[in-house]
Structure formats: structure tokens, C-alpha cells
């Protein structure tokens, strides 16, 4: 089982997740979570101090709340399907999935990236986040048979 660990721990160590969420526990639980296994956790609470992380670091992959005050997490996507296409995102959101329909039509994709809804099962998000790291559908389009994400418990 320590061998198990030290795997997770050597494959993610080296990349790095933005958090962005407006809620501090949430968040705050999230990274832990996320740095227990890991990954190294950039966190930041609103959309514009987003877009602003996204200019000065680079990152391997976004976790996205959807509702934020000012600058929401649909402008976020917005501004990433314009302009890092190739960014993964995750998105997480307490809203109701009507509202989250209500707002997709105004993207300029409206495919949209793996939503987690709040209260968020951790094992299944960090398996997305395994999945997205390693390629996500790219990967298996090209040849990958998928064996090197599956999760081991």
C-alpha cells in the first residue's frame, strides 16, 4: 500500500493545480486535500485574481467554481476557451444544473469540461484530475488504452 503512495506522489508531484473557489473552507479543504496526495495547490477566491494567476504561472490544470461574486467562472472559461484552449479544467458548482445550462449558450464552446457539484466526492474528482493529467479523451483517441489512468485503490 506505501508503494501505492509513493506512486500517486512521484506521478503527481511535479504538477501543479490553480483552485479557484470563493469560498475559503471549501478551498481550503480542497488543497489540503489535493497536497495530501501530491499535487502542488495554487488557490485563489474570485475570478479576476484567476485570470491574473494565469499571467504570471503556469499551471497543468484548473478547478473552477462556476459561481463566484464579480468575475464568475463561466467568464473564466470564457477567456480560457479563447484563449488556452489547451488548459484542463474541472469545474465544480453549487448551482442548480438549470442555471449552469442557462449559461453554457453564452460560451464560444459550449462542450463542456467534467463538473463536479458541490458537496464534491473527492475520490471521483481526483480521478478526473488523473484522467485530465494524463491526456483525458486525447489520450485514449490516440492509441492509449486508458490502463495507465486507472486509479488504484
Do not use: W
Not at 489547451?86 to 465544480?92: D, F, K, R, T
Not at 458548482?93 to 438549470?98: F, R, T
Not at 474528482?125 to 486507472?150: C, K, P
Amino acid at each position: 500500500m506505501g508503494d501505492i503512495a509513493e506512486t500517486n506522489s512521484l506521478r503527481s508531484s511535479s504538477s501543479r493545480i490553480l483552485l479557484c473557489d470563493d469560498s475559503p473552507v471549501e478551498r481550503m479543504a480542497l488543497a489540503h486535500f489535493l497536497r495530501r496526495t501530491g499535487y502542488s495547490v495554487d488557490e485563489v477566491g474570485d475570478g479576476a485574481s484567476a485570470l491574473e494567476h494565469l499571467k504570471n504561472r503556469e499551471v497543468d490544470i484548473m478547478l473552477l467554481d462556476l459561481q463566484m461574486p464579480g468575475i464568475d467562472g463561466f467568464h473564466v472559461l470564457r477567456h480560457l476557451q479563447k484563449n488556452r484552449r489547451g488548459l484542463p479544467v474541472i469545474l465544480l458548482s453549487g448551482m442548480p444544473v438549470d442555471q449552469i445550462q442557462q449559461n453554457i449558450h453564452g460560451l464560444p464552446s459550449q462542450a463542456l469540461p467534467p463538473l463536479f457539484l458541490k458537496p464534491v466526492d473527492l475520490q471521483s474528482l481526483l480521478s478526473v484530475v488523473e484522467f485530465e493529467l494524463s491526456g483525458g479523451l486525447d489520450h485514449l483517441q490516440n492509441g492509449g488504452d486508458g490502463s495507465d489512468i486507472i486509479a488504484e485503490r
